[in-house]
Each structure stands twice: as structure tokens, then as C-alpha cells.
């Protein structure tokens, strides 16, 4: 399965915030979106990725800065990418190769959805019960 048809089925919406806002709106934001992690836009393009554990980081050192910090400041600057024709068998690898729970997914320049790390657990058990299921109705002679 490719990362396009599950970004076909979850829908490529992504929320974005810009760097000169603070953590604690990017939080907000996290928490009333039921997200993991926001991306980091500035003028259109994408400069960063603000995660849950990059709030945690924040908040543990000093729990009185996520009101002034901002996000340009906290953010992950290094993005790891996906492209929409990369297979899920792959984009669990990178993910897991950089311990990343958030993979933001580009065409070119444009960033067109966010694969998460239970969107690649879904699509991987839909395709194995999908084969399983093959497999069950060849043993038992359903197969046509």
C-alpha cells in the first residue's frame, strides 16, 4: 500500500502553525485538533515540526518558558519526509530508523498531509487481514 491512498482516506487537511506563536497556543492547538504534532509553516513553506515531545522537553527545563518560548524557537528544524508514492512498509522504517512518531509527507515543495505512526499501524493490519482473508478462502477452495 502507498502512503497516498492512506492520505486518500484520512483526508490530507494538516494543521500548521507559524514560529513567532508560542508554545503554549501550539498546545492548544494540539489539544483541540487531538494531534500529536503541528507543522511549522512560515510564508507557505514548511521550516519545522513541533511534537508533543518537543513541548515535553520544553516543559520538564522549565515549565514557566512554554508561555514565552516560541514554537520557531522549540520546534525540530531537521524534517524527515515522505513522498505520497513511497510504500507504508517503507515509511514505517524511516519512522522507526529516526524514532519519529510524525512523518510530514511533501510533493516537491508542497507538503500535502501527515502520516502518523497509527496510520501506518492501520494500514499495515487492514493489508495483512486482507491477505489473510485471501489466504483463508484459497486453502478452503472459495477461490474462483
Given at each position: ?5 492512506v ?39 514548511t ?98
Amino acid at each position: 500500500m502507498r502512503i497516498r491512498e492512506v492520505l486518500d482516506r484520512k483526508g490530507g487537511s494538516v494543521v500548521t502553525i507559524e514560529p513567532d506563536r508560542t508554545v503554549h497556543d501550539a498546545m492548544r492547538i494540539l489539544v483541540e485538533n487531538n494531534i500529536g504534532s503541528v507543522i511549522v509553516t512560515h510564508d507557505g513553506s514548511t521550516v519545522g515540526i513541533l511534537t508533543e515531545r518537543d513541548v515535553l522537553r520544553l516543559g520538564a527545563e522549565a515549565p514557566e518558558a512554554l508561555s514565552t518560548t516560541l514554537v520557531g524557537e522549540a520546534m525540530t528544524r531537521e524534517l524527515v519526509v515522505g513522498v505520497a508514492e513511497d510504500l507504508v512498509e517503507y515509511a514505517a522504517g524511516v519512522m522507526t530508523s529516526n524514532r519519529i512518531r510524525h512523518l510530514p509527507i511533501v510533493d516537491g515543495e508542497r507538503l500535502t498531509g501527515v502520516l502518523s505512526i497509527g496510520d501506518v499501524v492501520n494500514a499495515l493490519k487492514q493489508e495483512k487481514e486482507v491477505e489473510n482473508r485471501y489466504l483463508r478462502d484459497y486453502i478452503q477452495g472459495a477461490v474462483r
